[in-house]
């Protein structure tokens, strides 16, 4: 029982420490136009946790990490308004630019990251596909990894997306980037990306 307390009291002055910045009373539509304002009480709530929702427009998991970020005091990819400036900012992401290219700056922080993680840090021939972070990202061999051509059952070929290739879409604009049909026309892109993300952002 008391290695117990001990691992209690640790973890709890760790998470003092390191969250809890992020001040839900400054979370809305109009500073954050990405976060669904409806809210459903859940479970979590119970053990002193707060559940904010976020839309569902291909940017979800980048929206996610960016409110964890804000919560660890890091607000590199955010958008700093005053009060004045949210007033006369719009609350949709279709037409929030600051927010879209902030986003999209995050977007493409990350897929510098990767590429330089598995040119550098894990090149192609030293890769342990036995390691979890591999695993969570759904990947087990190279094609999957760095991307390319493959050759399908009927003869055919077809472009598999390699982890780095997930997080941006070359020559697409930012206005397409945020329309509504971003996560269905890129959904390989937009859905999951997020696996690669995550792992690419916790190894960086």
């Not at 879209?100 to 922080?109: D, G, N, V, W």
């Amino acid at each position: 029982t008391i290695h117990k307390l001990v691992y209690c009291t640790t973890f709890l002055r760790c998470h003092d420490f390191w969250l809890g910045k992020l001040q839900l009373r400054n979370v809305s539509k109009s500073s954050h136009p990405f976060v669904c304002m409806s809210h459903m009480p859940s479970v979590f709530e119970d053990l002193g946790w707060y559940v904010i929702d976020v839309e569902g427009d291909g940017h979800c998991g980048y929206y996610s990490l960016i409110l964890g970020l804000e919560n660890n005091n890091l607000f590199t990819f955010s958008v700093d308004f005053n009060k004045e400036t949210m007033m006369h900012n719009s609350t949709s992401m279709t037409e929030n630019r600051p927010w879209q290219e902030k986003i999209l700056q995050f977007r493409h922080a990350l897929h510098d990251r990767s590429q330089w993680l598995l040119t550098e840090l894990y090149p192609r021939g030293k890769r342990n596909y036995n390691e979890v972070m591999w695993l969570v990202a759904g990947t087990c061999e190279d094609i999957l990894v760095d991307g390319g051509e493959v050759e399908m059952e009927d003869g055919t070929t077809d472009i598999e997306f390699g982890l780095s290739d997930r997080f941006i879409v070359p020559h697409l604009s930012t206005e397409e980037y945020f329309n509504d049909s971003f996560s269905r026309k890129f959904w390989r892109i937009s859905h999951e990306s997020i696996l690669g993300s995550i792992c690419s952002f916790i190894a960086a």
